[in-house]
């Protein structure tokens, strides 16, 4: 632990710049061990515990982020987007880990992951970006037996791709 966290273990404001520094140096590992720490010491602090789960996601502990997520309360403020940025995250890469596996929970990883719950502190944006859990979820509907739905899902994201990435007028040319 560092000297000043280990000086003044029970101030906060201590924890979040060190918590920073070591996700900003892709040592995902040591934050996750800051974050569970001050955690335990500050058990109904939303914003430590975003910082966990994004420390944990970086690492592939996707099931321990969703089970902090259906646990935390956000409060709208500015950290509000992260949480359900976190949230699809979660649920979209356990999603990936399961297709083959078991593509019906994938599924449900990935409709889950395009809900908004109210909990994490920001409402459903009017048209949210949801193609890559669309088309993933095609993918895992097609593994699952079901070509109606996977088609359906696929042309969701086909439908809410802009015209010129799909027409080779400009942007994307696939």
Known sequence: MPRPVSL???????RLPLIQFLQ????????????????????????????????LN?????????????????LPSEHASMSHTLFA????????DRIRADPLAAAT???TAMTW???LGQGRPYEPEERLQRYLLG???EAAGDDAAAREAWSAVVDRTPSDAL????????
């Open 8 to 14: 003044e273990p029970g101030t906060r404001l201590l």
């Open 117 to 119: 719950p109210e909990t």
């Open 139 to 141: 993918t895992a509907l």
């Open 109 to 111: 990883h990935l409709r």
């Open 167 to 174: 027409d080779g007028s400009g942007g994307w040319q696939g």
């Open 58 to 74: 970086e690492i592939g502990r996707y099931q321990e982020s969703i089970a902090i997520l259906d646990e935390i309360r956000v």
């Open 89 to 96: 995250a979660a649920h979209t890469m356990a999603a990936t």
């Open 24 to 55: 900003e140096a892709d040592r995902w590992e040591d934050a996750v061990v800051a974050t569970a720490d001050a955690r335990r010491r500050f058990p109904d602090d939303f914003n430590l515990a975003l910082l966990h789960v994004q420390s």
